[in-house]
């Protein structure tokens, strides 16, 4: 039986200018029993009233509209009648930009437009997710606007951390990170606190393709270590971040005393694509007692699996906390499945990773 019952469904609004998006998004989430469209509009305007009629759980809402733009609307419903919403946009011109903005103006999460008749089934199965991961938001204060206090700066970047500690690239260490829903701001809190000297990072971030790459040249531009979109071959070395490319699994690779990742396509796992656990399994493979890591905040099950392999491997393992998390999780799988070794609050994790290096 699923989260939520017959009783209690998840209400969504649809807002797109595209009947046939709203007509192709209507069908494909209709098909899950435990969603519930109240209602379409093919703009902010209609929306608007539409959501203080039917008080919607979720929005989902495309950014290039007539009469308003989306990122507008998003921001004047922050403000005024704060909802979860799901962005989904085309990836075209400046739109995946604006959707990664989005993330900082409130919006639980972006997703992009399907493209082909093949993307269709994995983008419906993963959107259903994300909005019953956005629905257990509504009514908390776990969502929203993030506070300019909350933004990092160039000072507090540059300012060294009291627990660093050099580390050379034969220490063989490995740090593993996997997020979902609200993970985009918590690997932003913890990479802008990390050393230069800090061993090789790959991340899985639930997040479409073309997004990811723009999330990781912004992170790029605001750490002190080196963050990039992950490409087929690419070395693993001490300093640097790859993060797994949206639409495709990501596995790390030995080389030696070095490691590398491969990235390839494949069906979804966990459902999704790149996916926590494929990450996880090959580094409990590559990597043993050598690796460390770390699940932060996320619906499902994905990682759970593969952090208890790397435990049993002998990984030092981290789990974000309930009361830092977006959605509680991830994590919560990841402690039932046995594979943690340590529960952290979100501003905690970067020295704990430190300290266990």
Do not use: W
């Not at 069908?27 to 109240?38: A, G």
């Not at 979860?84 to 103006?105: M, N, T």
């Amino acid at each position: 039986m699923g989260i939520f019952s017959a009783q209690k469904k998840v209400r969504v609004l649809i807002v797109d200018d595209s009947a046939f998006v709203r007509s192709f998004l209507e069908r494909e989430l209709s098909r899950d029993s435990e969603i519930e469209i109240v209602g379409t509009a093919p703009d902010p305007y209609i929306a608007r009233d539409k959501i203080v009629e039917l008080d919607p759980d979720v929005v989902t809402l495309d950014i290039e509209m007539p009469r308003m733009d989306g990122i507008t609307f998003l921001r004047k419903l922050m403000k005024h009648y704060p909802i979860p919403v799901i962005i989904i946009s085309s990836v075209a011109g400046q739109g995946s930009k604006a959707a990664l903005d989005a993330l900082s103006y409130g919006a639980v999460d972006v997703m992009c437009k399907p493209t082909s008749a093949y993307s269709i089934g994995d983008l419906s199965i993963e959107l259903i997710d994300k909005i019953k991961s956005a629905a257990l938001l509504k009514g908390t204060s776990k969502f929203g606007p993030r506070a300019q206090d909350d933004m990092p700066t160039s000072s507090s970047i540059a300012k060294p951390l009291a627990v660093s500690r050099k580390l050379t690239p034969k220490s063989g260490r490995i740090i593993a990170i996997g997020a979902s829903t609200g993970g985009t701001q918590a690997l932003q809190s913890i990479l802008t606190e990390l050393p230069p000297d800090t061993p090789p990072i790959v991340i899985v971030q639930h997040m479409p393709e073309h997004f990811t790459k723009l999330f990781a040249d912004r992170l790029n531009e605001l750490c002190r270590i080196e963050v990039k979109e992950a490409e087929d071959g690419d070395i693993a070395c001490p300093g640097r971040a790859l993060v797994a490319p949206g639409g495709y699994h990501m596995l790390l690779k030995k080389n030696g005393g070095g490691y590398y990742v491969q990235v390839k396509q494949g069906p979804l796992v966990s459902r999704h694509r790149p996916s926590v656990n494929v990450l996880f399994k090959s580094v409990a493979l590559c990597a043993g007692d050598k690796a460390l890591g770390v699940i932060l905040t996320g619906m499902g099950n994905d990682g759970a699996e593969g952090m208890k392999e790397m435990h049993d491997a002998g990984a030092m393992n981290i789990a974000q906390d309930e009361q830092s998390c977006i959605v509680y999780g991830m994590p919560k799988e990841a402690v039932i499945h046995g594979g943690v070794d340590h529960i952290v609050h979100l501003d905690n994790i970067p020295e704990t990773i430190l300290k266990l290096v």
